[in-house]
DNA sequence: CCGCATCCGGGGCGATACTG
DNA sequence: CAGTATCGCCCCGGATGCGG
């Protein structure tokens, strides 16, 4: 991108990361690790694929990314943050709780989704309301992969993947369930949105809404 | 801007603040507060007049930015941010810390430069060695308007504006007066890149590096 | 299938000029 | 002082092609 031509560290840091896309490429690594071109792609609906290869050579340029071969028979390219991309962290997240508010007004007709950009909602907007209580945990199943998310020693902490025999599975939307989680709506509400949980429902009292 | 059309917190918040110039507009009245269109203007060198028009009614409208009519005699508008606008601060400090790294390699050719820039890097760069002693002040004079830094409790706090009797002046050229702060060159090396000091020096000793 | 490159239309952006 | 008007250009979006 052309630079803004400004010694400040916000301009500089725009200058590297401002252009469009390139902070989404970013959210993709930091929440599913090491991808490959398609996966990224995948991940970030919209995108057109000459834009991912581009961005994909800046950030490498920039030392944010970096690109591993690996070796046959998976003979695929990884792309994976380098501890620099890796330092756009503390940038996600503080983005991230800004424009959680705007989840609340529900998706936009036409939104796209992927259940693991539930992930900053729910460490974001949650809290563990017991912390001295055996740890849960919670399967979201709102798209393709499910996410897991832990409550325990009053730390939330989402990941990818499904768990192992986890006390509670919600199926469903993701707004709807995002307003179950939150304490907006309530399992009945839920449930007339098409949520449907199996497990132990006690288990949501444990995720209450994060002071703000 | 289009919408990244995604339900994700992270794409929500770049749909309202992705546009270029918009954070730097943000930044402007972060440091600055209520601001006059030319001020704005002088705060953004490089910006075009059309755009800087574009983005404060997209702000405006986005519920971030407040347009006040000053009364007579001073017959002026005044731009300043509302709560709303005010949370971004925290993505402007995560974006700053993150940015300030490339701060180190020095002004490009034909950077622009004001003081009032260089907040972000003394209060996140530096701390107050000294937490017990007697509060400082320092002044850094390297353009126009001059900037103010305290340390005090253990606290670093800048701000624009000269101070009343500051312990130490600083003036010269930015980059060679941020290297002296940090540490990373002596006076005499500040010295003979044009930096002048007036009053004690010893108060320097009180800005260390902050741990990274 | 994976990881792009190429082409092309539209719009955001940049610079200058101008105005109530 | 606070913008509007205009005009190129280049970035972006969408589609398609293509070698490994």
């Known amino acids: 991108m052309r630079s803004y031509g400004q010694f400040c560290a916000v301009a500089k840091a725009l200058d590297v990361i401002g252009d469009r896309w390139t902070l989404l490429i970013v959210r993709e690594l930091l929440l599913a690790g090491p991808s490959r071109y398609t996966d ?20 490498e340029a920039a030392g944010l990314l970096a690109r591993e071969e690996a070796p046959p028979p998976v003979a695929s390219t990884l792309f994976s943050l380098t501890p620099r991309g890796e330092q ?8 991230g709780a800004w424009g959680v508010e705007y989840m ?11 259940g693991r950009w539930l992930a900053w909602p729910v460490e974001r907007f949650l809290r563990d309301s017991q912390p001295d209580g055996q740890p849960v945990s919670l399967e979201l199943q ?5 996410l897991l998310v832990e409550a325990g020693g009053g730390e939330i902490t989402a990941r990818p993947g499904p768990g192992t025999e986890p006390d509670v599975v919600l ?8 307003g179950l989680l939150s304490g907006r709506i309530g399992l009945a509400e839920a449930r007339r949105r098409g949520v449907r949980l199996q497990g132990d429902a006690a288990v949501l009292a444990r995720l209450a809404p ?3």
């Open 142 to 146: 709102t798209g393709e992969a499910p």
């Open 88 to 95: 756009l962290r503390g940038v996600l997240d503080a983005l």
């Open 171 to 178: 199926s469903g939307e993701p707004y709807p369930i995002l």
């Open 40 to 59: 990224l792609r995948s991940g970030l609906p919209g995108i057109a694929t000459n834009l991912l290869a581009d961005r994909l050579r800046q950030l």
């Open 104 to 114: 609340a007004e529900g998706p936009a007709p036409g939104d796209a989704f992927r």
């Open 210 to 212: 994060a002071a703000a």
